[in-house]
């Protein structure tokens, strides 16, 4: 299971899923590319280690979260002290602007919620275990999805009126 | 009621990837690399063959240890042609630290010290010039801003004055509408009075001049502003457009080069007359979007994409990938007076250094 040469049929089969939901956890595409790449680095360097899982992609995904959460915070909050509101170069995948503002608006949710709806509508797991990875109730979760959600669509909400109001 | 489309999100984004498993392989050989290096410090410091510093238990002096760096938490910043900085993470079997990594050999050899500001603060190097270094710690809602003017050996907290810029400020950000700077040797930090030329603005290297980039309105009119020290007010100039802008360099203040994220890739424009017109230069297809792009004096221009470091010879009409930087991952580009600096974050750093812009040598070698 964890040879080379199963790990890329691992990372042919799963990395493109895993970068979509860390690109929606972290708003950058090249800082989820990163995170995924290591979290496979890290299965690799480490015999042994996916043999012992059920679920090699639920371990990488769990291994990518982690790191994408320990990098970013860093970055986070240093966005908000030096370039909070200024100019700052920015990696986003060659996607329609729609899911781009997507992903931005669910990086102003806070980070359980955000996680809450990334791991239910973009990896696509079930409330159950969206529950079992975020350790609270299947009603933590669901109250959490609809906090989410709601926030969201006001979010882009606002974001249409700016830019009606910036094109009158 | 907006489109919460998920499923168009999640596909989107997954096609958009292109798999690197060369990627991963190469990571995993550093890795290995790295984690034999430490097993062999781990069993050398087992039979005490060197218990200073790094054993933690004497009375010498374990921040002034001489070590090789651990996880580069920020690019390398240049203080000048030997002097190099750079924040990293160094751990222990037990805890990790924050470090503030120099350099005065060009990223050869470090020497580690203490990090300004509480443990656990989250730091970027904000400004180096010469042993003057600005670091932002943050703190929960509190940032403070550190300086030192001797490397790095003591910090003192920044305390803001209201000054006119001076011909030895180095602009470190624009807050709000006030540009606030530090004057290198001294360490001074001043918010200049009168109104910043654009707003939400930051600076970019404009060689002996000040570079701003910002708005004109309300995040509207992007535009590039400069001033030379003392002898001209601000000119503000537009930039081709608003939306996509990724960043702007120059080498002498009259070719000037504005990166944007674009339908086929990323776009370059070129301007011959320090930003009064441009026209448009190479696409560069990059799915990522991503790169610094840095303009050297010997005219050429180099930009780091996601997944190759390419080069222009024409004045970014067209770009070469460029063979010294193949799967080097995300670099980020430094300048100091006679000296160019590439170098990547993470668990492998690496640096490479240019005199000219355009040759390049990785330190250490």
Same mark, same amino acid.
């Given at each position: 299971m964890d040879s080379e040469a199963d790990l890329r049929a691992i990372y042919l089969a799963s990395a493109g899923r895993l970068v979509a939901v860390l690109y929606a956890l972290t708003g950058d595409y090249a800082e989820a590319e990163d995170a995924v790449h290591e979290a496979f680095a890290r299965a690799l360097s480490r015999p042994g280690q996916l043999r012992r899982v059920d679920s090699p992609e639920a371990w990488l995904r769990t291994v990518a979260m982690n790191i994408a959460r320990t990098r970013f915070r860093r970055r986070v909050l240093l966005d908000r002290i030096v370039h909070s509101g200024r100019l700052r170069p920015r990696s986003v995948p060659p996607i329609s602007p729609d899911r781009v503002a997507l992903a931005d608006a669910l990086q102003e949710l806070p980070r359980v919620v955000r996680e809450c709806l990334v791991l239910r509508y973009?990896?696509?797991?079930t409330i159950a275990d969206v529950a079992r990875a975020q350790q609270c109730s299947v009603d933590a979760v669901k109250s959490r999805l609809l906090r989410g959600r709601r926030a969201l669509a006001a979010r882009l909400d606002d974001r249409l009126d700016d830019k009606e109001e910036s094109r009158a | 009621m907006p489109d919460l489309d998920f499923t168009g999100l999640a596909e989107e984004a997954r096609q958009a990837f292109k798999p690197r498993f060369d990627e991963v392989v190469r990571r995993t050989r550093r890795r290995r690399w790295w984690l034999a290096g430490l097993a062999t410090v781990a069993v050398t410091l087992a039979s005490g063959g060197v218990a200073v510093g790094? *054993? @933690?238990? =004497? *009375?010498? =002096?374990p921040d002034e240890t001489q070590v090789t760096r651990r996880v580069a938490l920020t690019p390398v910043a240049v203080g000048d042609a030997a002097r190099f900085y750079q924040l990293v993470q160094s751990c222990d079997t037990v805890v990790c630290h924050d470090r503030f990594g120099v350099s005065s050999d060009r990223g050869a050899r470090w020497t580690l010290r203490d990090a300004p500001g509480p443990a656990d603060a989250s730091r970027e190097i904000l400004l180096a010039v010469n042993l003057t270094v600005v670091v932002a710690a943050r703190q929960g809602s509190e940032t403070t801003h550190w300086v030192t003017t001797d490397g790095g050996q003591t910090w003192r907290p920044a305390t803001a004055e209201d000054r006119e810029l001076g011909v030895n400020d180095r602009i470190m950000f624009v807050d709000g509408s006030r540009v606030v700077s530090v004057a290198a040797g001294t360490g001074r930090v001043g918010v200049a009075p009168g109104e910043a030329p654009l707003k939400e603005a930051r600076p970019f290297e404009a060689g002996s001049a000040w570079g701003l980039v910002g708005f004109t309105g309300n995040r509207t009119g992007l535009s590039i502003a400069w001033s030379v020290p003392g002898a001209r007010p601000w000119e503000v100039l537009p930039l081709p457009?608003?939306?996509g802008f990724m960043d702007v360099t120059t +080498?002498? @203040? =009259?070719?000037v080069y504005a990166l944007y994220q674009g339908e086929g890739g990323i776009q370059v424009y070129a301007s011959r007359d320090g930003g009064r017109t441009w026209t448009p230069g190479a696409v560069v297809p990059d799915p990522h979007g991503s790169g610094p792009m840095l303009a050297t004096r010997t005219g050429l221009l180099w930009l780091a994409t996601t997944t190759a470091v390419l080069s222009s010879t024409d004045g970014g009409r067209t770009f070469q990938p460029h063979?010294?930087?193949? +799967? +080097?991952g995300a670099l980020t580009f430094d300048v100091a007076t006679d000296l160019y600096v590439a170098s990547t974050k993470g668990v492998n750093p690496r640096v490479w250094v240019s005199e000219d812009g355009r040759t390049w040598a990785e330190t250490p070698s």
């Open positions: 973009v990896a696509d797991l | 790094l *054993a @933690g238990g =004497t *009375a010498s =002096t457009r608003d939306d +080498a002498n @203040g =009259t070719d063979p010294r930087f193949v +799967a +080097a």
